[in-house]
C-alpha cells in the first residue's frame, strides 16, 4: 500500500472518530453505541470530549422536566 492511500485512511479514520464524539456530544449517539463504534471505554470517551472540547450530552429541558414530573408522580405515589 502506497503512504499516501495509508494517510488518507489515517485521515479518514479521524474523520470518522470526530464524527462519532459530535454525535455522541449531541445527543444523537447513545453511550453504549460511541463506545462501540470507538473501541474504547467510558472514561476513554469521555476524555476524547474532553481533548476536543465537547460537551457531555444533555437530556433536552422538555424532557427532563418530564421526567422530573414522573418522578414526582411516582414518589408521591409511594407515600399514599
Known amino acids: 500500500m502506497r503512504l499516501s492511500m495509508v494517510a488518507e485512511r489515517i485521515r ?3 474523520a470518522d ?3 462519532v464524539l459530535e454525535r455522541f456530544s449531541r445527543g444523537e ?3 453504549l453505541q460511541a463506545m462501540r463504534k470507538l473501541d474504547m471505554s467510558y472514561s476513554e470517551l469521555l476524555d476524547h470530549l474532553a481533548k476536543k472540547g465537547l460537551d457531555l450530552p ?3 429541558r422538555g424532557e427532563a422536566e418530564r421526567m ?3 418522578l ?3 414518589l408521591n405515589g409511594l407515600h399514599q
Open 58 to 60: 444533555r437530556v433536552p
Open 17 to 19: 472518530k470526530e464524527d
Open 12 to 14: 479518514n479514520m479521524q
Open 29 to 31: 449517539l447513545g453511550r
Open 72 to 74: 414526582n408522580e411516582l
Open 68 to 70: 422530573g414530573r414522573d
